[in-house]
């Protein structure tokens, strides 16, 4: 499914808004989950996207990734520290989670039925984005006539109809084939690109993450906190095999592994 949420401003623990000026950012932010044991998911993770860029987070299993993500749509509620997002913000999951019963066409203009527009109207809207995605031919196929790259790009037009300037993405390609995956990449690099949106990506894959951002952020393993960030200087378009990729994942996944042989994990 798709969660959009708006936040006009910053949501404090104590719910007083603040200001912000990123795209996305999180101060200090810790998030315990209730229970008998109280699983410290984050701690003290301080975190901006800048407007129009695209920031990728890895780490390991159960590095609390999802949560964050949960936490900056709004899904869920930080336990300390603040989250904002400036405008709106919409996520996609793993898991298209389209309702099975529609079309990809009424999938995507579902958040516009929501939003209150009139069915022409987002009838017409919804078209645009399948067309965006490529599926302007598929319009009335429903979940289970389309592949698994095809549900992932109606899932992606969905969340693009909600005409939110940021993206959540929680590792949206993990479940597709290598190939696919990469004509997705393209299609989301152009689409970023073409539509400045802000973006933050969830995903183990560290060379998914470097071919698609302008940033890695490393978590580390439970609670997660930040270990390193890695800026992406390699020039655009990138090719997930190109060797500068290769260079800078080889990297990344050494400080992974590392980290995650600290945690016994
Ligand atoms: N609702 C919840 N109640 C209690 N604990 C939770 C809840 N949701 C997540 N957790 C725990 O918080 C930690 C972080 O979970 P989260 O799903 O955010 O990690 P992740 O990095 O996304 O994992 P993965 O990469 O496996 O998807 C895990 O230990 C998880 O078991």
């Not at 708006?6 to 404090?12: I, V």
């Not at 860029?53 to 590095?63: D, H, I, K, R």
């Not at 939110?164 to 393209?186: I, Q």
């Amino acid at each position: 499914m798709t969660a959009a949420v708006t936040t006009a401003a910053a949501r404090g623990e104590d719910g007083v808004a603040t200001s912000t000026r990123h795209a996305v950012t999180l101060r200090g932010v810790t998030k315990r989950y209730a229970g008998e044991h109280g699983v410290l998911a984050l701690d003290g993770i301080d975190l901006q996207v800048h407007p129009g860029e695209f920031v990728c987070l890895v780490g390991a299993s159960g590095c609390g990734k999802s949560t964050l993500l949960n936490l900056v749509s709004g899904l869920d509620d930080v336990s300390s520290g603040e989250v904002g997002v400036d405008g709106h913000a919409a996520l996609m999951f793993q898991e298209s989670a389209l309702f099975p019963w529609l079309s990809a066409l009424d999938n995507v203009a579902t958040p516009l039925r929501l939003k209150g527009v009139g069915r022409k109207d987002r009838e017409a809207r919804a078209r645009e984005y399948l067309d965006v995605v490529h599926l302007g031919d598929f319009a009335d196929r429903r979940p289970h006539e389309l592949s698994g790259g095809m549900r992932q790009r109606v899932a992606l037009a969905r969340t693009l109809a909600t005409q939110a300037p940021v993206l959540l993405m929680d590792e949206p390609f993990g479940a597709l084939d290598a190939m696919t995956r990469d004509l997705l990449h393209d299609e989301l690099e152009s689409i970023w690109r073409e539509r400045s949106l802000s973006v933050l990506f969830v995903t183990h894959n560290v060379r998914e993450a470097v071919r698609l951002g302008d940033r890695v952020v490393l978590l580390s393993s439970r609670p997660g906190r930040i270990v390193k960030e890695y800026p992406v200087d390699i020039t655009r378009p990138r090719r997930i095999e190109d060797s500068a990729v290769s260079t800078l994942s080889g990297e990344i996944t050494h400080a992974l592994r590392e980290e995650v042989a600290r945690h016994g994990a």
